[in-house]
């Protein structure tokens, strides 16, 4: 063997005898096998063999890209397919139906075989326990035993340490768990024909190396299932017949937090098996407050504080912790906390095994962790019976398995739990919990069904599985960034058949939320709390992208999201960075001590409880941690108490500031709007006109120009050139203005300052607009903020847009036309709305004074009689950049008026004037977006004429006067006073933008989409989309992505968040062939190559590596995973081809209305060419279905037999639950049963008929 330890004898344990079965997929689903079983050998040996198989099945096909039916053909597991091994038995061709059963199981986890020596892989667990539960985070790798960190709240806090994914696939077989078997066979090793060995399951060394024909090498083989909610890994080891299988889950539903592991040892040879076990965690670190910094940069200082205590006399019950929290601050904080490791074998009484946590008894002096010496040079049984010390030093959690006996075919689990209480004294009764026989497998099958039901809003049936089972992955994985909506207090009937909206006492509260920060992307802090209702803080785009379909599978919260995002909209037309949870709070203190005496059992807790409702903001997670730690008994249920709280409740958007203001996070509140506006046509008057919202009060102010063009050298020191630098400022007013609502007894700010006021410093009233006067003053800002060459939104705010690579643009005095062709339809939205309802708007007054100037320099442009010239110069004309002045400082006037208060004035525009108003700045936008077709791009094999538009362009100030003013490095500070303008290769984000512009012409969306395949961006090999055309030979001050090598994250990779971007798109534009022949020829999951993808094709990545990259093994694979805005992309694909753009309209009559249109390509109903046989109905006609508004089941039947193209039904048959019918004729649902399934009161399935 590779391994020096990996001792033992080879006779006698193989069967070479490998026999077809039909079972289940893997060892852990067959424990305590009784010894009697004659099939135990078939089993085992056909599981290897199978692995085996489809490993090479996979690997040996050219093109392996899941076409149709995969996951329903398994029945009855990944074992199933019959095969028989031997000297010139041949296997047959495999379908496709068949290659892709060789991706997942029975319970549709996808399958990673001899997943150790494929190319890594970084995932993670979702870290959901439930609404009433405590989620722990941990990620995994395809190395070792698999997880490679995991621990509370955020890696600040780790069991674990958080590693980088390159480290993690490097130290995770070594200092993440580990099985180390210690035994004999066919008797004790000292009895007459016995056998000894030490041998560790799932070790490096004796993993299969990929490319070689290993199938005779005696190497284990190895599997990784990796569930929605679970991650198993096995290995099969033929040579010494055992059979090892471990499987991870977060604890769902409790009171603790913990991270489960199970631990399955299987007998699989010919004789009885003897061994000792221990199992565990090589490296498990302690509890004292923040350590991630601490760990990375000083953590040999910071074993000086850890220790290892006891619950009791016994090993069972250690508890990790530190004596102090490391600081040399004059306050100490003593810490009480501690991290636990309880094992026991599972299904026996009193069964709590010892913890060994002296790294030395086990691995000696080996201090890499590769070798075991202790054990080596002792026995299990002598370490355990040793003397063991947890002092100055990083511990272990290895549970100790005294010698056990299994007959052939026994299996023995050890189960252990990995978490924090917050005293030693606790961990008794956490123990006592559990270790109670069937506790552990009953919480493994809660969290699979927890993953189950959360999913099923989005349950499809069609006849492509992989299809189905992708739309779920990617709504958990949206929910996971974005957050997924819950509805609190419904109280009565009433609550229950209103919306958000219509109720004031109902609550929308998002859970399960985290901004992105895994092993890839290591560079964010993630947050979970690990509390209930679990979430955490998220990044404002990824949260607004993210939530764009709430009201899609939940119309119950109105206009709640749309409402949520437009009341961040600041007085300076920029947003934060980060979106917190929702806070509450209860205005009516004696309203709170109704309801505290209410919910609980005595005067005691109805006094605290009332107390804590009337002491300040509260989120419901903080609720119930506060009802536990002080002591609260309630006397309802959980669900109970906290819709009455909620009932009464005030609530409150939450955000922050962040660093510098992103260029487009504005440009996704239409998406918003029309989301809610597809499902309440009829509530967009009362939403624009008559909800009013407040301004969000930053801390941080953008700089006028004279402030941040800085006069510095160019890199080669020769001349001198203006950048735009340090374009906002942390404005200490802003500061002093908050600090005036500090609470003088908790220290705490309230949340009365977040929001821009009228007045002086802590007085005056929150100012607040109209949902459609904040749009219009969103595009008076981004017009007037329009480059000197009129195309183009500038970056004035010191970071880029979507794309934030780009972010050396904003120092380019860049613009960009995404922004552009954002704000082109956000004003034709101002303007549809203002013409449909015929109301004035009511702004600002200070927002008044600066339309009317920037109105008055338009007039100014237009009668100098300037017109563009046919081929327009570099050089800016003298009367656009006299114009872009003008304008320029009418923003940064406004701004200056409006940057702590408003004054309280407003100022009220007819709707003939804004109409008048908009239409004007309408048309000037197109004129500039003519001008940017015009100058185009500049690249590699791109002359600028491909008509494919633009997406970014620079300004050189080329003449300019010094201000007399000097920045904080001290460099002069300079006035522009001309500019040429300057270009760069295509980038997909601009033509994906540009479509919705001309979305409904068809004829111009397919010239589009036909020169965006001809251009640059299109990636042949993969038959994709580059972000980005070649970039060879840019400057490196466009951004980072120039640091990268080409076809390495945004460097000209496929980004895929983009790429569905535009497949949107082009479904939006009605390009249907173009759209499938894309989405099926390998542009979207799932019908990428698995082997080439490198992942589950359930998963989004955030890139692949495009056929750009020098290293072919490489390319094609998907990289960053799971929580990206890809998601998104694919539920609003998914909304429009079940449903249709608006399912709900409004009628001649102007009463609402539901109508179903979907597209719908004949081989989702069958597809007999990929094996894929559709579901028909009683009278033949072939079928889909899936659930609309997350509860009520939809059927289409085809009676047409071909593709579904924009074609609305003929005919509705709406069950209601009490087992009723509406039967409707037509095109559309009546008005009375289309508000029934919106509100979801009794209806229980709709069937269409085409």
């Known amino acids: 063997m590779a391994s020096s330890y990996q001792q033992g004898g080879t006779s006698g344990y193989r069967d070479e005898e490998l026999e077809s079965l039909n079972t289940s997929s893997s060892p852990s689903n067959t424990l305590n096998n009784n010894s009697n079983n004659s099939s135990w050998k078939r089993w085992t040996m056909g599981a290897a063999l199978l692995a085996l198989l489809g490993y090479t099945a996979i690997n040996s096909t050219s093109n392996n890209v899941p076409s149709a039916d995969s996951v329903g053909l398994l029945g009855k597991g990944h074992h199933d397919l019959k095969a028989k091994a031997g000297k010139g038995v041949k296997k047959h061709a495999m379908t496709e139906a068949e290659k892709n059963a060789e991706l997942f199981d029975e319970t549709r986890r996808y399958i990673l075989h001899n997943y150790d020596s494929r190319s890594p892989v970084s995932n993670f667990l979702p870290g959901v326990a439930g609404v009433f539960g405590k989620p722990v985070w941990s990620f995994y790798v395809n190395r070792g035993q698999g997880i490679a960190s995991f621990g509370l709240t955020s890696k600040q806090f780790p069991m674990l340490e958080f590693s980088s994914a390159n480290k993690a696939y490097q130290q995770t077989p070594y200092l993440g768990f580990r099985t180390f078997l210690q035994g004999s066979r066919g008797g004790h090793s000292d009895s007459k024909g016995g056998s000894s060995f030490l041998i560790e399951p799932f070790s490096p060394a004796t993993a299969k190396v990929a490319g070689l024909d290993e199938e005779d090498s005696g190497k284990p083989t190895r599997t990784m299932y990796v569930g929605t909610n679970e991650m198993e890994i096995v290995e099969e080891d033929d040579v010494h017949g055992v059979s090892t299988s471990v499987t991870y889950f977060v604890l769902p539903e409790d009171t603790i937090a913990s991270l489960v592991r199970r631990t399955t040892i299987t007998n699989t040879g010919d004789d009885s098996l003897t061994f000792s076990a221990l199992d565990g965690l090589a490296?498990?670190?302690?509890?004292?407050?923040?350590?991630?910094?601490?760990?990375?940069?000083?953590?040999?200082?910071?074993?000086?504080?850890?220790?290892?205590?006891?619950?009791?006399?016994?090993?069972?019950?250690?508890?990790?912790?530190?004596?102090?929290?490391?600081?040399?601050?004059?306050?100490?904080?003593?810490?009480?906390?501690?991290?636990?490791?309880?094992?026991?074998?599972?299904?026996?009484?009193?069964?709590?095994?010892?913890?060994?946590?002296?790294?030395?008894?086990?691995?000696?002096?080996?201090?890499?962790?590769?070798?075991?010496?202790?054990?080596?040079?002792?026995?299990?049984?002598?370490?355990?019976?040793?003397?063991?010390?947890?002092?100055?030093?990083?511990?272990?959690?290895?549970?100790?398995?005294?010698?056990?006996?299994?007959?052939?075919?026994?299996?023995?689990?050890?189960?252990?739990?990995?978490?924090?209480?917050?005293?030693?004294?606790?961990?008794?009764?956490?123990?006592?919990?559990?270790?109670?026989?069937?506790?552990?497998?009953?919480?493994?099958?809660?969290?699979?069904?927890l993953m189950l039901e959360l999913t099923s809003s989005v349950e499809t049936h069609t006849a492509n599985k992989l299809f189905d089972g992708a739309i779920k992955q990617n709504y958990l994985d949206n929910s996971l960034r974005g957050g997924m909506p819950l509805i609190l207090g419904e109280l009565d009937d009433k609550a229950r058949a209103s919306n958000a909206d219509e109720d004031e006492r109902l609550k929308v509260y998002h859970i399960f939320s985290r901004i992105h920060g895994d092993l890839e992307r290591d560079y964010n802090d993630f947050a979970i709390d690990p509390t209930f209702f679990s979430q955490g803080p998220g990044n404002y785009r990824d949260v607004a992208q993210n939530r764009r379909s709430d009201v899609i599978f939940s119309p119950r919260i109105g206009a709640f999201v749309v409402k949520q995002f437009l009341s961040f909209i600041q007085a300076d037309g920029y947003e934060p960075l980060t979106v917190e949870a929702v806070s509450y709070w209860i205005e009516d203190k004696n309203q709170g001590a109704r309801v505290a005496s209410r919910v609980t059992k005595t005067p005691e807790s109805a006094a605290i409880l009332g107390a804590i409702l009337g002491g300040g903001v509260f989120r419901p997670g903080q609720l119930f941690t506060l009802f536990e730690q002080i002591g609260v008994e309630?006397?309802?249920?959980?669900?109970?108490?906290?819709?009455?709280?909620?009932?009464?409740?005030?609530?409150?958007?939450?955000?922050?500031?962040?660093?510098?203001?992103?260029?487009?996070?504005?440009?996704?509140?239409?998406?918003?709007?029309?989301?809610?506006?597809?499902?309440?046509?009829?509530?967009?008057?009362?939403?624009?006109?008559?909800?009013?919202?407040?301004?969000?009060?930053?801390?941080?102010?953008?700089?006028?120009?004279?402030?941040?063009?800085?006069?510095?050298?160019?890199?080669?020191?020769?001349?001198?050139?203006?950048?735009?630098?340090?374009?906002?400022?942390?404005?200490?007013?802003?500061?002093?203005?908050?600090?005036?609502?500090?609470?003088?007894?908790?220290?705490?700010?309230?949340?009365?300052?977040?929001?821009?006021?009228?007045?002086?410093?802590?007085?005056?009233?929150?100012?607040?607009?109209?949902?459609?006067?904040?749009?219009?003053?969103?595009?008076?800002?981004?017009?007037?903020?329009?480059?000197?060459?009129?195309?183009?939104?500038?970056?004035?705010?010191?970071?880029?847009?979507?794309?934030?690579?780009?972010?050396?643009?904003?120092?380019?005095?860049?613009?960009?036309?995404?922004?552009?062709?954002?704000?082109?339809?956000?004003?034709?939205?101002?303007?549809?709305?203002?013409?449909?309802?015929?109301?004035?708007?009511?702004?600002?007054?200070?927002?008044?004074?600066?339309?009317?100037?920037?109105n008055a320099a338009l007039t100014v442009l237009l009668e100098s009689g300037y017109e563009d010239a046919e081929t327009l110069p570099k050089d800016v004309p003298r009367e656009l950049f006299v114009y872009w002045d003008t304008v320029a400082a009418a923003r940064e006037d406004y701004r200056n008026t409006v940057t702590n208060y408003f004054s309280g004035d407003t100022t009220t525009i007819s709707a003939a004037d804004a109409i008048e108003m908009l239409t004007n700045w309408f048309d000037q936008v197109q004129i500039g977006v003519g001008r940017a077709m015009t100058i185009g791009s500049k690249g590699i094999d791109d002359d600028g004429t491909s008509g494919v538009p633009p997406s970014y362009f620079s300004y050189n100030i080329t003449s300019w006067v010094t201000n007399n003013m000097k920045n904080s490095k001290g460099l002069p500070l300079a006035n522009a006073k001309a500019m040429a303008v300057g270009v760069f290769p295509l980038f997909l984000e601009g033509p994906t933008r540009y479509m919705k512009l001309i979305k409904d012409d068809e004829e111009?969306?397919?010239?589009?989409?036909?020169?965006?395949?001809?251009?640059?961006?299109?990636?042949?090999?993969?038959?994709?989309?580059?972000?980005?055309?070649?970039?060879?030979?840019?400057?490196?001050?466009m951004g980072r992505m120039m640091a990268f090598a080409a076809g390495w994250l945004e460097n000209q990779s496929i980004w895929m968040h983009m790429s569905y971007k535009y497949y949107l798109q082009l479904l939006r534009g009605k390009l249907y062939n173009q759209f499938f022949t894309e989405m099926k020829g390998g542009g979207m999951l799932p019908f990428m190559d698995p082997d080439v993808y490198g992942r589950s094709l359930m998963e989004c990545s955030s890139f692949i590596a495009s056929s750009a990259f020098k290293d072919p093994s490489v390319v094609g694979r998907g990289f960053l995973a799971r929580l990206s805005g890809s998601t998104a992309e694919f539920l609003s694909i998914w909304k429009l081809m079940f449903m249709g753009p608006n399912p709900y309209i409004i009628n001649d009559a102007g009463d609402v209305e539901m109508q179903l249109i979907p597209t719908l390509p004949i081989w989702l109903f069958e597809d007999l060419e990929a094996g894929a046989k559709g579901t028909r109905d009683d009278d033949g006609n072939l079928v889909v279905s899936f659930k609309i508004f997350a509860s009520i089941m939809v059927t289409y039947h085809n009676t047409l037999g071909t593709d579904l193209f924009d074609v609305p039904p003929t005919k509705y048959v709406v069950t209601m639950e009490d087992g009723s019918t509406v039967d409707v004729e037509g095109s559309s649902i009546p008005t009375k049963t289309a508000i029934q399934i919106r509100k979801l009161l009794g209806v229980k399935s709709i069937d269409a008929y085409f």
């Open 283 to 449: 490296r498990m670190e302690p509890t004292g407050g923040k350590l991630q910094w601490s760990l990375k940069n000083m953590g040999r200082t910071l074993e000086g504080w850890m220790g290892v205590y006891h619950a009791d006399d016994t090993l069972n019950l250690p508890f990790y912790r530190m004596s102090t929290e490391p600081s040399d601050d004059a306050s100490v904080k003593i810490e009480k906390a501690g991290h636990y490791a309880i094992a026991f074998v599972e299904g026996k009484k009193d069964g709590i095994l010892p913890i060994v946590y002296d790294t030395e008894k086990v691995f000696g002096f080996s201090t890499t962790l590769q070798e075991p010496n202790g054990i080596l040079a002792s026995s299990i049984e002598d370490i355990v019976d040793m003397p063991q010390y947890g002092d100055a030093k990083t511990s272990s959690a290895f549970a100790a398995l005294r010698k056990v006996k299994l007959a052939p075919g026994e299996s023995i689990t050890i189960t252990s739990f990995y978490g924090e209480a917050d005293a030693v004294e606790k961990l008794p009764g956490i123990a006592k919990k559990v270790s109670s026989i069937g506790y552990s497998e009953k919480k493994l099958e809660r969290a699979r069904e």
């Open 634 to 854: 309630l006397s309802v249920s959980n669900q109970q108490a906290i819709d009455e709280i909620m009932a009464i409740a005030t609530e409150s958007p939450m955000a922050v500031y962040g660093s510098g203001y992103w260029a487009d996070h504005w440009e996704y509140y239409l998406d918003l709007i029309e989301a809610y506006t597809s499902i309440y046509p009829d509530g967009e008057e009362s939403l624009m006109y008559d909800t009013q919202l407040q301004y969000f009060f930053s801390t941080a102010s953008v700089k006028p120009r004279s402030e941040k063009y800085v006069v510095d050298y160019t890199f080669d020191g020769k001349s001198k050139h203006v950048l735009q630098l340090d374009a906002t400022s942390f404005d200490l007013e802003k500061v002093a203005e908050q600090a005036a609502f500090r609470n003088k007894t908790t220290g705490l700010i309230a949340n009365e300052a977040n929001w821009q006021r009228t007045g002086k410093a802590g007085e005056g009233r929150a100012f607040k607009s109209s949902a459609i006067a904040k749009l219009f003053l969103l595009g008076a800002i981004k017009y007037a903020t329009r480059d000197a060459y009129g195309m183009g939104i500038e970056y004035e705010g010191g970071r880029p847009g979507w794309n934030d690579a780009m972010n050396g643009l904003a120092g380019m005095v860049g613009s960009g036309m995404p922004e552009t062709f954002e704000l082109s339809e956000l004003l034709k939205y101002v303007l549809d709305v203002v013409t449909k309802y015929q109301r004035p708007l009511v702004i600002p007054a200070e927002l008044g004074l600066m339309v009317d100037r920037i």
């Open 1004 to 1037: 111009q969306m397919e010239n589009m989409y036909n020169k965006v395949l001809n251009s640059g961006l299109r990636d042949e090999q993969l038959k994709m989309y580059f972000l980005s055309a070649d970039l060879t030979g840019q400057s490196y001050d």
